[in-house]
Nanobody, 117 residues
């Protein structure tokens, strides 16, 4: 059974930083593609950052230069470092993994990030 558990969200002032974590069980991150998405109230879920099994990464335009995705294979955990946070970054952040052999996408439960102006 695949389970993704996010943590690290919270309330922060504009300009501050947070680090989100997503720990996986039942699936190996390094063998699959993964990503962080976010959804703000009244808006569609959007891709924030993604990482391939080979370690390549890409970012949404609104977070380039401020957010960094990384992975610890030993801990089977993926991270999202959020720097220079803005009020518009406020959203629920979700971890996602695309299991290649089944072509199925798994989601975590989400973690709330709130940025106060």
């Amino acid at each position: 059974q695949v389970q993704l558990v996010e943590s690290g969200g919270g309330l922060v002032q504009a300009g501050g930083s947070l680090r989100l974590s997503c720990a996986a069980s039942g699936i190996i991150f390094s063998n699959n593609g993964m990503g962080w998405y976010r959804q703000a109230p009244g808006k569609q879920r959007e891709l924030v950052a993604s990482m391939t099994s080979g370690g390549g990464s890409k970012y949404g335009d609104s977070v380039k230069g401020r957010f960094t995705i990384s992975r610890d294979n030993a801990k089977n955990t993926v991270y999202l470092q959020l720097n220079s946070l803005k009020p518009e970054d406020t959203a629920v952040y979700y971890c996602n993994v695309h299991e290649f052999h089944s072509d199925f996408y798994y989601w975590g439960q989400g973690t709330q990030v709130t940025v106060r102006a």
